[in-house]
């Protein structure tokens, strides 16, 4: 009887079997790397469009119509009998930073291909497309800009991008058309909001909540946006001996300043964080007072009015250390993303699922940013997170997860999809 019920609810599969091939798959692709040691994969290296021809090459064996796109997106529908259903993306993505770990973004591109192969195994159709995507750059590195893949299924893809040069000085339109890809045909991978009826990403936590907290995933509340900004301090150089500690004008300690009280102001409340990932002195030697230093600020939070009043107050102290140094502090917003809220409805449709997995849901902010973002305002977004072993770490060969919390994400999401699909 129980064999029966799970057939019905298409979880028929074995316990465990979709967890231990999500981590053989991820293995498979952290074969191919730039690096001898390790794994990087940005975008278009060879090691990169190896692992698209992989993935592209798995979903053909699970029955979907696949291709690689313009923007070397390798997309795979399974597809509903009536061509005019609606569409339900599973994506993720499969690049990776320098010297990354093997489950982000390719953890959520193999969940989807694992639930796909189940459905054609079951032989089980779904009354909409399910388009399983795994976007080919999400990281931004190799052009410093994210989201490449995402962006242009979702129709936010500015031509401008296309000029932008990699460290080698070749633009990004010249490595395409290297790779045999179309620039041209960018434009045309744009979704339309009424052929989509939402948007569902699996990806690892990238932090320790779930770990501290016993939880094999999470219900992604909100993706925090950020404020990026850069900041110049100049004040006045001077010999290292020669000139009183009262009469300096000290770029650097200015800064120091400044760094503390980021990380002060930014303590305050639960979901907001605060960085300064780059801090230069221009110039500096041992012997000289700093004249100049240069740093970049990062602040984000679970809302953009708590993150807003952060930067309000960070600008405000600025003003002052400026004037209580006698330094002049220049700051420049370079990046304002707004913070993407996840539809309550498909946050309330996993959690069930979450429920009915006997797992307690738990609903958490993603500091970091992800593919999910690109779809707001198109569609319904939302992600699972999956827990992350050793301490949280991610961006770092470090980064782990159990076959176990893999498994139990497939079939969370398994029953997700099953569900949303009846109920369009
Ligand atoms: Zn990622």
Redesign the pocket.
């Given at each position: 009887m129980g064999m029966v019920t799970q057939a019905m609810d298409g979880v028929g599969s074995e316990p465990g079997a979709f967890g231990k091939r999500i981590m053989e798959l991820a293995e498979r692709l952290a074969q191919w790397s730039e690096i001898p040691d390790g794994l990087t994969c940005t975008y278009l290296s060879h090691a990169h469009r190896s692992v698209a021809a992989e993935i592209r090459n798995w979903m053909r064996q699970a029955g979907l119509v696949t291709e690689i796109d313009a923007v070397a997106n390798v997309v795979g529908r399974y597809a509903a009998s009536d061509p005019a259903a609606r569409t339900l993306i599973v994506a993720?993505?499969y690049d990776t930073v320098r010297n990354a770990g093997k489950y982000?973004?390719r953890l959520?591109v193999l969940t989807a291909l694992v639930l796909v192969e189940h459905l054609k195994r079951l032989g089980r159709e779904l009354p909409v497309h399910l388009d399983v995507i795994a976007f080919s750059e999400?990281?931004g590195v190799r052009f410093s800009s994210s989201f490449l893949g995402s962006r242009a299924v979702a129709g936010r893809f500015d031509g401008k991008l296309l000029e932008r040069q990699d460290a080698d000085g070749h633009t990004l339109a010249a490595v395409m058309r290297d790779a045999g890809l179309d620039p041209a045909r960018i434009p045309t991978l744009a979704r339309r909001r009424e052929e989509l009826m939402g948007y569902l990403e699996v990806?690892?936590e990238?932090g320790p909540v779930l770990l501290e907290e016993g939880l094999p995933v999470g219900i992604v509340s909100a993706i925090a946006g950020s404020v990026r900004s850069s900041v110049t301090i100049t004040g006045t150089a001077g010999h290292a001996g020669t000139v009183p500690m009262t009469r300096r004008h000290d770029a650097a300690a200015a800064a120091a300043e400044l760094v503390l009280y980021v990380e002060r102001r930014c303590a305050q409340e639960p979901t907001l964080v605060g960085t300064v990932g780059q801090f230069f002195v221009p110039n500096g030697a041992t012997n000289i007072i700093p004249g100049r230093c240069e740093l970049t600020l990062d602040i984000r939070a679970g809302d953009d009015a708590a993150r807003d009043a952060a930067v309000s107050d960070v600008a405000a102290e600025i003003a002052r250390i400026a004037a209580r140094r006698g330094v002049s502090i220049e700051s420049r917003e370079v990046q304002r993303t707004a913070t993407v809220p996840c539809s309550p409805r498909l946050q309330s449709l996993l959690a069930d699922a979450v429920a009915r997995a006997g797992i307690t849901p738990r609903h958490l902010p993603s500091g970091?940013?992800?593919?999910a973002m690109m779809f707001d305002g198109l569609t319904d977004v939302a992600m699972l997170f999956v827990r992350c072993g050793n301490g949280g770490v991610?961006h770092s060969p470090r980064e782990i997860i159990t076959a176990e919390d893999a498994d139990i994400a497939a079939r969370v999401m398994l029953d997700a999809v099953l569900r949303l699909a009846e109920t369009s």
């Open positions: 993720s993505h982000d973004g959520g999400e990281e990806h690892i990238q970091a940013g992800h593919d991610s």
